[in-house]
T-cell receptor, first 112, second 115 residues
Framework: AQSVAQPEDQVNVAEGNPLTVKCTYS??????LFWYVQYPNRGLQFLLK????DNLVKGSYGFEAEFNKSQTSFHLKKPSALVSDSALYFC??????????WGAGTKLIIKP | KAGVTQTPRYLIKTRGQQVTLSCSPI?????VSWYQQTPGQGLQFLFE???????NKGNFPGRFSGRQFSNSRSEMNVSTLELGDSALYLC??????????????FGPGTRLTVL
């Protein structure tokens, strides 16, 4: 069965420090992977995606994600966290039948 | 381009009633997906429409239904509301569909409260 796991419900990082939000997946065939962010009381916004090619994908707001095929992971990273990065982050993988398979979400809290 | 719009933004209903939510996708987008978001269950896929056809449906009871019009606008309907239907309902549009590498663009959601 195809699935996405975000093992951390919450990640706490001090402002200015690097951050990582973890995502692992299980899918047959080549995966298409996505990260979305949800700010309070708002819909989800697309951050970045991996289709093929370079394993390091750069996205919006200074975020990047590293695709690791052997570890079936697609961790979201940022070199220096901002308080405004505090939000709910979702990892998703494109499955079959025209739908995305979503992780449960990770709440990121950046403390000043 | 205008973003995805959803109406209404907030709804309060009582058990047993029915409700219709509306979604207008980004101009030119032909795929509309609906999701239910709750604190306990995360983001749950309801259904996806493309060119007025339902291509896929999530694991929800038949009380949840939807449709898409020729202008790509979509509606979802929930009949015989239950307390557990209280959630944020999100609509997302994409150019061709969420499969493969098409990113989705989300609306702000409709907050449904069932009393």
């Amino acid at each position: 069965a195809q699935s996405v796991a975000q093992p951390e419900d919450q990640v706490n990082v001090a402002e200015g420090n690097p951050l990582t939000v973890k995502c692992t997946y299980s899918v047959s065939g080549n995966p298409y992977l996505f990260w979305y962010v949800q700010y309070p009381n708002r819909g989800l916004q697309f951050l970045l995606k991996y289709i093929t090619g370079d394993n390091l994908v750069k996205g919006s707001y200074g975020f990047e994600a590293e695709f690791n095929k052997s570890q079936t992971s697609f961790h979201l990273k940022k070199p220096s966290a901002l308080v405004s990065d505090s939000a709910l982050y979702f990892c998703a993988v494109s499955g079959s039948n025209y739908q995305l398979i979503w992780g449960a979400g990770t709440k990121l809290i950046i403390k000043p | 381009k205008a973003g995805v719009t959803q109406t209404p933004r907030y709804l309060i209903k009582t058990r047993g009633q029915q409700v219709t939510l509306s979604c207008s996708p980004i101009s030119g987008h032909r795929s509309v997906s609906w999701y239910q978001q709750t604190p306990g269950q995360g983001l749950q896929f309801l259904f996806e429409y493309f060119s007025e056809t339902q291509r896929n449906k999530g694991n929800f009871p038949g009380r949840f239904s939807g449709r898409q019009f020729s202008n790509s606008r979509s509606e979802m309907n929930v009949s015989t509301l239950e307390l557990g239907d209280s959630a944020l309902y999100l609509c997302a549009s994409s150019l061709l569909g969420p499969e493969l590498h098409n990113e989705q663009f989300f609306g702000p959601g409709t907050r449904l409260t069932v009393l």
